[in-house]
Structures are given as structure tokens and as C-alpha cells.
């Protein structure tokens, strides 16, 4: 297919691979958890359901990705552990965090029901997620013991004031009470006060989750005569273990051993700060126009598994529109995004600090929050259709300079639009109405120009590319307008309104009349094209 004039802007895109021999870790977090365990009404301090819901969603992961080798999670938490020799998706930071983060909350969206039965999924829930570039096992060893540290304490304090709170104090009260106190006092506390003893707890409240595969014994079939045919089968199994970074732990696990290392010492005590500084931050550049590009993961498959419409589905187009819209409505930095297929990339404001610009945090939470609303939505779209799997989209975030190198990169996104919907239109009109195979119809428009490829249309199909659907075209573009409505009040004064609401519309961006006509969007003048 022909390269457009905008193609330059691929430029600005920054390679993000983590380098060899670090150990990748990816940890997802909920975002505003307090809040949605307020809005459910999780159990205090601890919800066992909802503690199994995240487990079960990171099993879902390690069956997903075979590169990830051991999870551990609590609260609403989880890290994930990749083998050394991990070369999944070229080790690149954004497009890993965003998948892991992505699947993470498409699962937890359709498991939901399993684990809740009982109870309405309110709104779509969404999580941040971050890789840790771990330079030696011994740094990933200190990492696990970390996490595990802030799960015993997070707990303990958290079940000390939670059961303060149902003896009559106020949160203020309980909080005030337990400042500065130590585990010792802590444990005291519960013991005296609530006879409790904390080490009687759940070991997955006090402990976490840590989950990992082994080799288990299955029977795979039966003889004839009934009786069983077994094999040896990787599968993933949950554990709860007091010191999961500590020798004994780790390496009696051969699997562990084999994919990540023996960790060789013991961790003898944990500094957060040392940890800390192996994250991989990215921050965006400041007074630039950030851009972040989801893309559907192996969306061939899943339009395939689904049975899309080809070339175009629109219940499917309009599903992801829809998701684009809750995206802007949530994320209000977020000014104009515009879609094609299974592709949208949202603009934030030039001057926006939504996350202080730190890539990892913005392009996760829009990816996993579009993720859940795709699965939430999806029987909205698709009331006749079983959704089979989760979906997954990679992201990644791109700065651009100026407002023109912006819309020269929204010009190529729709010529991209055109292009491919062009030749997907020629390519299963071939496929379905003339019957030839796909092998055969790629090879029938190889090296086919856009006239060409229009005649083809015209002589053998009756078609007029210009007159199908504005949307199959030219894609779909959504942004923030207001409105002006005028109200009259009891003096009879008119006074001016102007709520903002979002607009979904289907037209021309790379000529310069949309963007004259709606300065707004960008908040300047229009650039001299």
C-alpha cells in the first residue's frame, strides 16, 4: 500500500524496549479502589470474594502469557514476573504494561458475575499498572519481600481500624488511635480488645496470593477398559506463604529456578527506596500535545471468533465509539479522540498534568478503562452474540510538538482509514462475491492504486466507494463542543448556557474546514495550512 505525506510523524514515536538481562515486572493497582469498594460494598477490612475475583484474574493472565512465570498479589494489587529470557513484544514497556493491564480488566469485568452474583457491576473499574526493570534477581527478590511487607502491615492496620470502627468509633476516631503505633501494638490491640489473634487470620488476607505454574498430573483420556490415561500438565496453582522472597520459598519451585534464577541470600531488610528506583518512568514532555494510541490485540482473531460483518461491522464500530465516548467523559483532559477499526487515539490538552505526564499511569488507565467499558458494553452492541474471551488493546503514548505536527498526525490516521478501508472494501467483495480465496484476492489488488481499485469496485460490483457509509470512510471522531442554550429567568433576563457535552461525528479532518470551525478543540487559532 502507497506511504502517505503524514508518515513522518511515525518519528516521534520513542522505542521503550527494556534491555537485557533485566528482569521485567509488570504491577497493576485499581485506580480509585476505596471508592469502588465504598460504591459495591466489599466487606471490611477484607472481602474474600473480591480478593478471589483479582486472583482469578491473574490466572487468567499467566494462562494468557506464558512469558509471565509468577504473580503475587492482595488488596487490589498485583505484580507479574516475566522469565529472564522474556523477548514478548520485544520487551517494549508501554505495549507490555498496557496488554498485562488491558486483559487484567477485561477479566475482571466478565468475571464478575461469577464472583458476585449477587450484586451489580456499578461502573467499569480500572487499574494503573508499571514496570519495574529489576537489574539482578537480587533486586526482584527485594521486590517481592517489599510488597509482601506493605501487605502485612496495610492488613494489620487495616483490620485493627475496621474493627475499631464496628466497636463505635468514627474513622477519624480509630485513625487517630492507631497513629504510630507498632505491629506489637497492633497485635495487642485486636487480642485484648477484640479477642482476636491476627496469625489466626486468613493467610490470604495476611499473607497475599502468590500464584505460579507446576507440573500437575491430569488424566488427559480413559482406555477402553475404563481405566485412566494420565500426563504431566503445566498448570497454574494459587499459594499463600509467609516469606515468598525467602530462599526455602523460591527455590524449591524447579520451574521458578529454571525461568527467573535461585535467589541466594535472604532479604535481611527491606528499603522501599531501593526498590523504588528501579521503576521505569517515562515522563512526557512538558508543552507538548500528548497523544495515546490504543490498538486492538489480535483483533483479526477475535473479529473472526465473533463473526464480524466484512468489511465492516457496524455494531462493532459503534461499540468502540461508544467505549471512545466513556473515555473523554471519564478522563477530562482527554479533547478529541478519533477511531478507525479497532484503533482510537485520544489528544490530551497540551498544558494537561493528568498524572503529572508520567506515560506508564496515563496510557494504562486509558487502556484499561476502555477495556472494561468494551466488555461492559458489549451486549448493549451485541445482544445476540456470546462474548467468547476477553479482548485486549496494547497502547502507547506519542508527543507531539506543535498543533500542526498534531493534525498531520490525525491526517494520517484517516488516510490510513481510507487506505485500508479501500482495500479491505475490494478484498472481501472478491473473497465473498466472486469466490475467490484470500491468498488469491491478495494477489488479484497487489499493487493496485486507489483508481484502480475504485473501477474494480465500479465495473464488477455496481459499487461507488464514495457513497458506502461516511464512517467506513473516514472514520469516527469525537471531541467536547458546547452548547448554547438560552434560559429565561422569572425578571425575564435571557442568560447564556453553555454545558459541555460530547459529539461523535464522521467527516473530513485533514482538510482545514473542520478545525476552523471548531477552534475550541485545540484552544487557539487554526494553524495556516
Not at 485484648?192 to 491430569?218: D, W
Request: hydrophobic residues 35%.
Amino acid at each position: 500500500m502507497a506511504n502517505s505525506k503524514y508518515e513522518y510523524v511515525k518519528s516521534f514515536e520513542v522505542e521503550d524496549e527494556v534491555m537485557f538481562p533485566n528482569l521485567i515486572v509488570i504491577r497493576i493497582d485499581g485506580r480509585d479502589f476505596r471508592r469502588f469498594s465504598e460504591v459495591h460494598e466489599f466487606e471490611k477490612p477484607d472481602d474474600g470474594r473480591a480478593l478471589n475475583l483479582m486472583n482469578a484474574c491473574a490466572t487468567a493472565v499467566l494462562e494468557e502469557y506464558p512469558d509471565i512465570v509468577f504473580s503475587y498479589g492482595f488488596s487490589d494489587e498485583y505484580s507479574f514476573v516475566f522469565k529472564k529470557t522474556s523477548k514478548f513484544y520485544q520487551r517494549r514497556a508501554s505495549k507490555l504494561l498496557s496488554l498485562i493491564v488491558s486483559f487484567f480488566s477485561s477479566v475482571y469485568v466478565t468475571k464478575w458475575k461469577e464472583f458476585f452474583p449477587d450484586k451489580e457491576l456499578k461502573y467499569p473499574p480500572s487499574f494503573h499498572s508499571r514496570l519495574i526493570c529489576c537489574a539482578s534477581k537480587e533486586v526482584l527478590q527485594a521486590y517481592l519481600a517489599w510488597r509482601q511487607n506493605d501487605c502485612h502491615l496495610n492488613n494489620l492496620h487495616d483490620t485493627c481500624l475496621w474493627m475499631l470502627i464496628k466497636g463505635g468509633e468514627s474513622e477519624n476516631e480509630a485513625q487517630e488511635r492507631l497513629k504510630g503505633t507498632q505491629k506489637q501494638h497492633k497485635n495487642e490491640l485486636l487480642f485484648q480488645k477484640f479477642h482476636i489473634n491476627y496469625k489466626n487470620l486468613p493467610a490470604m488476607y495476611r499473607q497475599g496470593s502468590c500464584i505460579f505454574k507446576t507440573e500437575v498430573e491430569e488424566n488427559v483420556k480413559y482406555n477402553e477398559n475404563g481405566t485412566p490415561v494420565k500426563r504431566l500438565r503445566r498448570k497454574a496453582i494459587i499459594v499463600h506463604s509467609e516469606n515468598i522472597a525467602g530462599k526455602n520459598f523460591w527455590n524449591e519451585h524447579s520451574g521458578l529456578l529454571k525461568e527467573v534464577g535461585a535467589f541466594m541470600e535472604e532479604v535481611e531488610k527491606i528499603k522501599p527506596e531501593f526498590v523504588q528506583s528501579f521503576q521505569f518512568e517515562n515522563k512526557l514532555m512538558p508543552s507538548t500535545w500528548i497523544v495515546i494510541r490504543i490498538d486492538g490485540c489480535h483483533f483479526h482473531r477475535f473479529s473472526e471468533v465473533h463473526e464480524f460483518e466484512k468489511p465492516n461491522d457496524k455494531q462493532a464500530l459503534n461499540l468502540m465509539n461508544s467505549c471512545a465516548v466513556a473515555v473523554l467523559e471519564e478522563i477530562q483532559d482527554i479533547i478529541f479522540t478519533y477511531g478507525v477499526s479497532d484503533e482510537y487515539s485520544f489528544v490530551l490538552k497540551k498544558d494537561s498534568q493528568f498524572y503529572q505526564r508520567q506515560a506508564s499511569e496515563i496510557v494504562s488507565v486509558i487502556v484499561s478503562f476502555f477495556s472494561s467499558v468494551y466488555v461492559m458494553k458489549w451486549k448493549e452492541f451485541f445482544p445476540q452474540k456470546e462474548l467468547k474471551y476477553p479482548p485486549s488493546f496494547d497502547g502507547r503514548a506519542v508527543c507531539y510538538p506543535s498543533s500542526k505536527i498534531l493534525l498531520d498526525y490525525l491526517a494520517w490516521r484517516q488516510v490510513d482509514c481510507h487506505i485500508n478501508n479501500q482495500y479491505n472494501t475490494c478484498f472481501w467483495m472478491l473473497v465473498n462475491k466472486k469466490g475467490k480465496s484470500k491468498s488469491e484476492a491478495q494477489h488479484y489488488l497487489k499493487g493496485t492504486q486507489t483508481r484502480e481499485k475504485n473501477e474494480l469496485l465500479i465495473k464488477e460490483f455496481d459499487i461507488d466507494y464514495n457513497e458506502l457509509e461516511i464512517m467506513f470512510r473516514q472514520g469516527s471522531l469525537a471531541f467536547w463542543e458546547k452548547e448554547d442554550i438560552n434560559m429565561t429567568h422569572e425578571n425575564k433576563a435571557s442568560v447564556q448556557n453553555s454545558p459541555k457535552k460530547v459529539i461523535v461525528e464522521h467527516c473530513d479532518i485533514i482538510k482545514p474546514d473542520f478545525w476552523e470551525a471548531h477552534p475550541s478543540i485545540l484552544n487557539e487559532k487554526p494553524p495556516i495550512f
